[in-house]
Each structure stands twice: as structure tokens, then as C-alpha cells.
């Protein structure tokens, strides 16, 4: 297992500063924040925040209104067999003219807090050039409705929606000049809603982009080099990967070290970045399992978070890829390091792991998938990690998320963290009623206990934990399987209107805020600070 002290060892004015976050009040989700309120003691508990939306793609619609420019996901979602169920993103859940709705809801639900992503071809349709001021508009008009319901904004700078005329004019990712391009789109965020947006990341899941856009081939823009291109027309699995992540690690450098320059000190803002993580179980107690474990997620969180706080790539990627990953320079190294005011966590499962014996699959695929040398499943000798949601990677492991949170704190040093996603689906199916698909009484449960294991890890192990987003206030567009999943709080009739209808999930969570609101207060006013978190008044037995 590699440690954190072996690279580029943090300095005290980082662990000062990390330190200092540890009391600020501007970062959470449904949940969970450490804030000084009680004698200077610190209260650690439930207050009222609740994440809901996400991806422009996912829940906007309205792709060719007020001048937005096609994207990468308009042109996969409409080639045919990408997408499922062959769906497109056209419309979606079409928040772009619903969002007063929607944001009734999120007041009526009791939430001060809404993740949401802005679409960089609504600002600029072509990528670059003339700003266009509808898009700046329509995000003004969300941050002000959503700031005069109460509810705080934390806005996604990039949500996989590459401006089409970028992947047409140089391949987007695949070239450096897209740092500076977005870099300039960044900016222009910053420039004209940094002002009311607090709380920013800079990319969303960019192990997903790397991996799923140009491993597999299954996201926008659709490259890969698996089996003969029997699967895509263009792309190389082994190398494009890494130079996509390498982009998307410097554009994220170069726009933090900007906003730390220029914007931080008198927006009062921070920043971070979302990273999509697994947790993974050794399969056996076998020495060689235990490191394949460890490579898997080297190759995983370890990617991308390594270098945003060490500096470079972790040890085992560096001596498995060989040639095939780009080096950062001195000068890029500095800029990479501590280079982040928190870590956005985007975790919904647990894997098993094993080390790859025969590597059979890097072989047929030779691929970056196949470069840990792990292998990893949620099944074990035919049996599941746990109970099964509807997506085929998604089964259910509380205990993973504390894991998770004990293993960010012991080899990176405990940075702040916001759990930016976590959730469950169901599945979409005609034949489901209405009155059925409203009692989701596994997602309740799903919740309450992925929620006390991560309050454990605060208050039990100390985890530096600031925040939790549900994933998702609504149903909506899920990517590749288009609407055949539903991870919403609210269900959307896709037949009749697009209505909303509250799941069951919306009367516990409110009760849920509710209560923790008025425990905390009563803390608060008795200066008893709440010494164990209490979830007992919203278990759910089944």
C-alpha cells in the first residue's frame, strides 16, 4: 500500500489551512456538517441541506434554445444504438423552463443547498469567441431564484457536456489547447456569478470522462480501440485515456491557481473537484489480492487525487503504464499540488478485488482498464457484495462510504471532503404503477444507513467530512441508459407532462431535516453539544 507521506510530503501551511476549513459554514449537502456553534465547541450532526440536481445534460433539455451550441452529448445521444432505450437529451426532464417548479420543491422539501453544472456552450455556443448572453442570463435567473428560496447554489464548472465544436476543431480533450479554452470558459464563470456562487468544482468524475469516453467507449465522445474498433471508428484505449485525464488534472490546476489569484479573496468562494470513487474489498486475505486492491484504486481515486495533492501519479501507474502516461513537469507538479480547497466524493457502491493472475482481458482488450492488473466484480464465489440496486454496478454496502472516508483521511491527511453524490435507482418499467413506484422504501433505507456510516466516521474516526448531495432530486436522463434508471427524491412521469410526484424518500428526508434541525437547536440553546448523532427516528426496517 502506497502512503501519502512517500511523495510530495504536505506542508504546514497546507495542514494549517485544511485546519481552518475544518470551521467554515459554507460546505454541505443533506447533510452533515462540523461548524463551531456551541462555546467554540464543535457540533457535529444533521442540518438542513439536501442536494437535488446535477448534469446541464441530465436534467436541462432546451438544446437548441437562447443560442446554446451543440455538444458531445447531443451527437452521441443522437447516433444510433449509444443510448439504451434510444432516447436523446433533447429534452430530458426539461428544467430549463421548469426550474421555478423545481425549486418550489426543493424549498417545500426544506433543502438550503442545490448542486447544479452550467453548460459551457450555453456561455459559449462554439467553444471559444463571443460570450453568449442569453446562457449567462438563464444562470442568472437559477442562482437568483435559487439564493431568494434560501437555497445555496454549488455550481459544477464541467459535467461531460463538451461544446461540439471543440471535439470537431482538435479532438477537445485529447489536446492541450483545451486548457486554455476552458480555462477561458472558467474564468468567465467566476467573472459572472462568483459574485452569488460560493462553492465551486471545477470537473465532474474525470476518471469517468478518461475511462468511459475513451477506454470503453460507452460515454461522448464515444473513442476506443477495444476488440478491433468493433465498437468505435476511432480512438486508442491504451494511451487516450491518460493524455484526456492529464488535460483534464492541468486545466483544473491552471483554473484553481486563477481563482486563488484573482477571485477567492474577494468572493469568498472555494473550489474543488468531484471524483467518482468505488470502494474495493480485497477478494481473499492473500497478500497478492491486498495489493491488487490497492492498484485498483491507485488507478482510480489515486489518479486523479494523487497529483492534486502529491504532485504526480501514484507509484503503481507510473511503473505499470510506462510510457503510455504523460509526465508533469516541475513547474507542473507545484501548480497540481494542494491545488484544491476540498474533495468532492461521488460514491454509490463496493467491489470486490483480485489479483489478475492470467490478464486475459489486457490482452484482448489492451486497454487502460486492464493496466491495475486487478480485477473487480461485486460478486464473490457467485454470490453479490450486497443487495442489488436496478444499474448493474450498483449494489448496496454501507459499511463502504466509512471505509472510504478512513482511507481518504490516512493517506491523504484528512482534507475536507463533500459527498457530492450518493444514491440508488429503480427501475423504469411500464409495468410498475404509479402508487408502487412512490413507495421506494429500499432507497429510505439506502440512505439511512449509507448516512450513519459516514456520520460513524466523523464523529467515531474523525473524518474531516463537511458535506452530503443526494443524487437526485428527480428522475432524469441517465447518460447511456438514457431513462431506463430513476435515482430521484421525485418521480417524473415521462408519459404525462413530465409531473413530478413526490416518492416516499421525500416525506422521510423532510422529516429527517426537520427533526436534525430542531435536535441541533435544542443543543445549541441548552450548550449541550450533541455528543452522538441520532439516526433511530428514521430507521426503516424492512
Not at 477537445?172 to 489547447?177: M, S, Y
Not at 491518460?242 to 491557481?257: C, K, P, R, S
Not at 491507485?298 to 505499470?320: A, K, T, V
Request: glycine share 8%; charged share 25%.
Amino acid at each position: 500500500m502506497e502512503s501519502g507521506l512517500g511523495l510530495g510530503r504536505r506542508t504546514e501551511e497546507m495542514r494549517r489551512e485544511w485546519r481552518e476549513e475544518a470551521t467554515w459554514e459554507g460546505v454541505v449537502g443533506v447533510g452533515l456538517k462540523v461548524k463551531p456553534t456551541v462555546e467554540g465547541r464543535e457540533v457535529v450532526g444533521v442540518v438542513r441541506r439536501e442536494r437535488g440536481g446535477g448534469g446541464g445534460v441530465e436534467y436541462e433539455g432546451a438544446v437548441k434554445e437562447d443560442g446554446r451550441g451543440p455538444t458531445i452529448w447531443d451527437v452521441f445521444s443522437h447516433t444510433f444504438g449509444k443510448i439504451s432505450d434510444f432516447s436523446n437529451a433533447d429534452v430530458t426532464v426539461d428544467q430549463y423552463h421548469r426550474f421555478p417548479e423545481d425549486i418550489q420543491l426543493m424549498k417545500d422539501m426544506g433543502m438550503d443547498a442545490y448542486r447544479l453544472s452550467i453548460a459551457w456552450s450555453r456561455i459559449f455556443p462554439n467553444g471559444t469567441g463571443e460570450i453568449n448572453q442569453a446562457g449567462v442570463d438563464y444562470y442568472n435567473s437559477v442562482i437568483d431564484a435559487l439564493l431568494a428560496a434560501g437555497i445555496e447554489p454549488y455550481v459544477a464548472i464541467y459535467h461531460w457536456d463538451l461544446p461540439q465544436a471543440l471535439e470537431d476543431r482538435y479532438n477537445g480533450w485529447l489536446d492541450p489547447q483545451i486548457i486554455l479554452d476552458f480555462t477561458t470558459y472558467a474564468e468567465t464563470c467566476f467573472e459572472k456569478f462568483g459574485d452569488r456562487v460560493k462553492h465551486w468544482t471545477t470537473f465532474n468524475e474525470p476518471h469517468t470522462i478518461s475511462t468511459q469516453g475513451y477506454d470503453t467507449g460507452l460515454f461522448a465522445p464515444g473513442r476506443c480501440s477495444i476488440l478491433l474498433h468493433l465498437f468505435c471508428k476511432a480512438g486508442n484505449s491504451a494511451t487516450e485515456p491518460y493524455i484526456v485525464g492529464h488535460n483534464v488534472l492541468l486545466a483544473h490546476a491552471t483554473v484553481a491557481d486563477i481563482y486563488r489569484t484573482k477571485y477567492k479573496q474577494k468572493q469568498h468562494g472555494s473550489l474543488g473537484i468531484s471524483l467518482n470513487v468505488i470502494w474495493y474489498e480485497p477478494a481473499t486475505n492473500s497478500t497478492e489480492d491486498i495489493e491488487a486492491t490497492q492498484r485498483a484504486q491507485d488507478f482510480q481515486l489515486g489518479w486523479f487525487l494523487d497529483p492534486l495533492i502529491f504532485g504526480d501519479y501514484p507509484s503503481s501507474m507510473i511503473d505499470r503504464v510506462g510510457s503510455r502516461l504523460p509526465r508533469f513537469t516541475k513547474a507542473e507538479s507545484a501548480l497540481l499540488k494542494g491545488s484544491l480547497d476540498f474533495v468532492g466524493i461521488n460514491h454509490y457502491t463496493t467491489f470486490y478485488a483480485w489479483h489478475n493472475t492470467t490478464n486475459i482481458a489486457g490482452v484482448l482488450l489492451n486497454d487502460t482498464t486492464s493496466d491495475s492488473g486487478a480485477i473487480t466484480l461485486p460478486f464473490r464465489n457467485l454470490k453479490p457484495i450486497g443487495p442489488k440496486a436496478n444499474a448493474i454496478w450498483l449494489y448496496i454496502v454501507p459499511s463502504g462510504i466509512r471505509k472510504l472516508m478512513n482511507y481518504i483521511k490516512q493517506k491523504y491527511d484528512n482534507p475536507p471532503v463533500i459527498i457530492t453524490e450518493n444514491g440508488m435507482d429503480d427501475p423504469n418499467s411500464p409495468l410498475i404503477p404509479l402508487k408502487s413506484a412512490l413507495k421506494d422504501e429500499k432507497r429510505i433505507k439506502y440512505h439511512n444507513d449509507y448516512l450513519s456510516n459516514l456520520l460513524a466516521s466523523i464523529k467515531e474516526d474523525g473524518c474531516n467530512v463537511k458535506g452530503y448531495f443526494v443524487w437526485s432530486l428527480l428522475d432524469n436522463w441517465e447518460w447511456s441508459v438514457g431513462f431506463g434508471s430513476r435515482f430521484g427524491l421525485y418521480f417524473v412521469d415521462y408519459h404525462d407532462k413530465l409531473k413530478r410526484y413526490p416518492k416516499d424518500s421525500v416525506k422521510w428526508f423532510k422529516t429527517f431535516l426537520a427533526s436534525e434541525e430542531e435536535n441541533q437547536q435544542r443543543d445549541i440553546q441548552t450548550h449541550q453539544p450533541q455528543i452522538e448523532p441520532q439516526l433511530s427516528h428514521v430507521h426503516v426496517e424492512l
